[in-house]
């Protein structure tokens, strides 16, 4: 278990770490539009992306 802890946690730090290695301006231009929406809609994404993990980690598990 704490081996596929480790591996998910650096496979997630390399595709998040190839975004803005290859693509630097479309990098910086997403995040500058992030950071200009109201809280409650950065915090919608997030719960967005926290329940697709999670199916997907059932998905994967079954």
């Given at each position: 278990?704490?081996?596929?802890?480790?591996?998910?946690?650096?496979?997630?730090?390399?595709i998040e770490?190839?975004?803005?290695?290859?693509?630097?301006?479309?990098?910086?231009?997403?995040?500058?539009?992030?950071?200009?929406?109201?809280?409650?809609?950065?915090?919608?994404?997030?719960?967005?992306?926290?329940?697709?993990?999670?199916?997907?980690?059932?998905?994967?598990?079954?």
């Open positions: 278990m704490r081996d596929s802890i480790v591996l998910a946690i650096g496979l997630v730090l390399v770490g190839l975004f803005p290695l290859f693509f630097t301006q479309s990098w910086k231009d997403a995040f500058i539009r992030i950071t200009n929406q109201k809280n409650g809609q950065i915090k919608f994404y997030g719960l967005l992306s926290v329940i697709i993990g999670i199916m997907i980690i059932f998905i994967g598990t079954y």
